[in-house]
């Protein structure tokens, strides 16, 4: 039995078990919760992002990152006229935002911006116990990251689902793109107020300038605003802003970012903002026609956030006289017509400083301004005390005077005395005290601390002017009426009008183009058309003197503007050809098929009768209207240029002879107002029944304008308002702006015209030395070589057509 059991090992007797410590049975327990924490955590983490992740966008559509941005629009000389934009956006590059606007962001939004991977736990932590002590969600502990992933992504619905998607979206950006890149993305997208997003459309909101140009203060100031824009706006709320912004520089110096003496500096500057404007529009209805163009060709979207380059044709110099024209010469119409009462009245007993105040709104005064209003603006006034003599007038900060001789046109409409225009004696017999009137700053008085004023009214009268390059068909100015704010009809290319006589160089166009000359003569004496015109059984037109003038000359006729000549006229070449003539001549609307055409009873557009004159003064030639010369997308790539459509209607003897006709009609007839102007000028005057339409279409041989002046309502202007009286004042104005310091042009005499002496009576040829013979111009078709200097002296002996008298 030893033997069996000799190997064995004896066995030792048992000792009693050491006891383990309790710290470390604490420790082991708190690891194994914690490792079943962290599985159990990153089991729902794991859950929560295949629930929430399925349907979130993917974040690498950003590597493409084309926010919305601004279409800008250009003139001819690509000085910035007009912007389009939802957002306004300007994009700038991570290496041009200043370096203090970048710390002020970090300082005021998330200073461990660097050294996140997309959230931040500190953050969301905190965030989490002062929402539970809230009850509600008051704050979000949102990294940079976040918010941009939030506002490209995302609703701002303040739920826990949004919550969870914006940070798995956050991390997500922070895989693909660098820190560099997702703050260039924040702070070109965020929204700062005022229609401002990004910080560059920011700094020229605030601060007129771009971020480059920021001061310290600045850039706290713009930081501190994304968190709440409209609460902390230093225009409306400068305490808030100061406050907000005093809270930034102090984070920036707590960060190290500046010293704490720059902080308190800066804490104690003034805010040195600029003026807030509305969207840039230079030329509201030539923008508007833009628009309308881009509408067409690219849509709502394209237009408002694609950020477009569009190179329009408009010289803006020619645009704000144009504008100017149109206003001071229908402020200037208006008074002839009558004062129509005032704006309201107001009750002087009511509280003045309510009174005051209100005054100071309307007029756009702020309440400690005391520059004063400026000259010539035209504003609102309270009427405090009434004479005879002048009118006492309070404008909110200041008060003026209206002498008699100021407002002496404010008679009753349509009273006259002898045939002319009343005027009043007596200020009491145009205004009352209370009345609420517009009155327009003629400057300061000598004799006292108030201004002069004159009393004004809003036009009744609408006009449009037009005004294009004779060579090119470029618009340059266009004004479609007197206040594009109150009314957004453009009365250049949506309102169709009858022309009256201004329609007459047309038909003239088509006699010549049958054979007719300058020289023939027809008789001008009654006449009644049995045909049915413009449901009128019979039809018996008349002169504007109601005159008849015997044997005329077309020259003499279209100088003076003889309707029965023109009618006749029309009669014997057809109105088939006229309308034909009209149309080659770009004349879209739809023309009567009878003979009142010849006195403009078919209405046409500005534009197109504009267009249509330009023919005569670019040599037969006629090249449609141009807007735009060119678009660009946002990388600058072309993509439209102008090919606008040139075609030859007439040939450049015909368009001579017409600009020659018409020549006529400045230095002897219905134009001769133009002759001041010292320089060759082609056009023609229009007035229709009971003075309803005024229209003046002139040219030089570089550019032609077109103006009309009514009624929106059809209402009779008044009169004596015709083309000459109510039209040529704009057009003068405006054409000497732009002719002012340019090279005086001749017509260029085509190789097809020649100058023949005529006798003026008959139409006949003359001799050279014949007494009272003179040069009448003529087509002729020939071979041979016309030396250039006898064609400008006129003295090209050739035969002229066979002149027929009717």
């Not at 420790?27 to 079943?36: A, D, E, G, M, V």
């Not at 024209?325 to 509280?351: C, F, H, Q, W």
């Not at 006229?569 to 879209?588: F, N, P, T």
């Not at 368009?655 to 219905?670: D, E, K």
Request: with cysteine; glycine share 8%.
């Amino acid at each position: 039995m030893k033997k069996i059991f000799k190997n064995q090992r004896p066995v030792k007797k048992a000792s009693k078990k050491k006891r383990q410590s309790p710290w470390r049975i604490f420790f082991i327990s708190c690891l194994l919760l914690t490792l079943t924490g962290l599985m159990v955590s990153s089991l729902g983490a794991a859950i929560l992002y295949f629930k929430y992740s399925k349907d979130l966008p993917d974040v690498r559509i950003m590597k493409e990152y084309q926010p919305s941005t601004i279409t800008k629009l250009f003139s001819d000389n690509d000085e910035l006229i007009a912007e389009f934009y939802i957002e306004k956006r300007i994009i700038i590059s991570i290496d041009k935002i200043p370096l203090r606007l970048k710390q002020a962001t970090l300082a005021v939004e998330d200073s461990y911006f660097y050294f996140h991977f997309g959230i931040d736990p500190k953050a969301i932590i905190r965030a989490f116990f002062t929402n539970l002590k809230a009850g509600k969600i008051v704050e979000g502990g949102s990294t940079i990251t976040q918010q941009l992933s939030k506002t490209l992504f995302l609703t701002r619905d303040r739920t826990l689902t949004r919550k969870i998607k914006e940070a798995i979206l956050a991390i997500r950006l922070e895989l693909i793109f660098s820190k560099d890149e997702i703050l260039e993305m924040y702070l070109n997208q965020i929204y700062y107020g005022h229609g401002s997003y990004g910080v560059e459309a920011a700094s020229r909101t605030y601060f007129g300038k771009s971020a480059g140009d920021l001061t310290i203060e600045e850039c706290a100031l713009l930081a501190s605003l994304p968190k709440a824009p409209n609460n902390y706006t230093p225009y409306r709320y400068p305490e808030r802003a100061k406050k907000r912004r005093n809270h930034a520089l102090r984070r920036m110096a707590t960060l190290g970012f500046i010293t704490q003496a720059r902080a308190e500096e800066g804490q104690k500057a003034d805010f040195n903002l600029g003026e807030i404007t509305g969207m840039l529009n230079r030329a509201p209805y030539f923008v508007e026609y833009i628009r309308q163009f881009l509408q067409k060709t690219y849509g709502s979207k394209k237009i408002y956030r694609a950020g477009l380059g569009v190179y329009t044709t408009l010289n803006i110099d020619y645009q704000q006289m144009a504008q100017q024209a149109v206003r001071e010469n229908l402020l200037i119409a208006d008074k002839r017509y009558g004062y129509r009462g005032p704006l309201g009245t107001v009750d002087l007993s009511d509280n003045p400083l309510v009174i005051q105040a209100t005054l100071r709104e309307l007029n756009g005064f702020q309440e400690d301004e005391d520059a004063g209003p400026e000259q010539d603006a035209i504003l609102k006034g309270l009427v405090l005390e009434v004479t005879d003599d002048d009118v006492l007038v309070g404008l909110g900060i200041d008060e003026g005077i209206i002498e008699l001789k100021d407002m002496d046109w404010a008679r009753k409409p349509n009273i006259r005395v002898d045939g002319r225009w009343a005027k009043i004696a007596s200020a009491k017999k145009a205004l009352s005290a209370g009345d609420l009137i517009l009155v327009k700053v003629l400057g300061p008085r000598e004799e006292d601390m108030r201004w002069s004023l004159g009393l004004e009214q809003e036009p009744a009268v609408e006009a449009g002017l037009i005004s294009l390059e004779t060579g090119t068909g470029h618009i340059k100015a266009m004004v479609g009426g007197y206040n594009f704010s109150k009314s957004q009809f453009n009365r250049t290319v949506q309102a169709i009008r009858q022309p009256g006589s201004a329609f007459k160089p047309i038909i003239y166009a088509s006699a010549i183009k049958e054979g007719f000359t300058p020289a023939n003569i027809v008789i001008d004496s009654p006449i009644i058309f049995k045909e049915k015109v413009n449901a009128f059984d019979q039809w018996k037109p008349v002169n504007f003197e109601k005159k008849f003038y015997g044997p005329t000359s077309l020259r003499t006729a279209l100088t003076h503007s003889r309707n029965i000549v023109t009618v006749k006229l029309l009669q014997k070449i057809g109105v088939g050809r006229a309308i034909q003539m009209a149309r080659d001549l770009g004349i879209s609307s739809p023309i009567a098929n009878n003979l009142s055409i010849a006195l403009g009873s078919s209405g046409v557009t500005l534009l197109d009768l504009t267009s249509a004159y330009s023919s005569f003064a670019n040599q037969g030639e006629r090249i449609s209207p141009t807007a735009v010369r060119l678009i660009e997308n946002r990388k600058g790539e072309l993509l439209y240029a102008a090919q606008p459509q040139v075609s030859n209607p007439i040939s450049s003897g015909l368009a001579y002879t017409i600009t020659s006709l018409m020549q006529s009609v400045v230095q002897n007839g219905t134009a001769k107002k133009v002759k001041v102007l010292n320089r060759p000028i082609a056009a023609k005057t229009g007035t229709t029944n009971n003075n309803i339409d005024a229209w003046f279409i002139g040219f030089s041989p570089e550019i032609v304008t077109g103006v009309w002046v009514g009624k929106d309502n059809y209402e009779p202007l008044g009169v004596n308002e015709t083309g000459s009286r109510a039209a040529i004042p704009i057009w003068l104005q405006y054409m000497k702006y732009v002719l002012r310091d340019t090279p005086k042009l001749n017509f260029p005499i085509p190789r097809d015209v020649v100058f023949t002496k005529i006798n003026p009576e008959t139409g006949d040829k003359a001799n050279f030395a014949a007494p009272g013979s003179r040069f009448e111009v003529f087509i002729e078709n020939f071979d041979e070589e016309v030396n250039d200097d006898e064609l400008e002296s006129g003295l090209a002996n050739i035969e002229p057509a066979e002149y027929n008298t009717f």
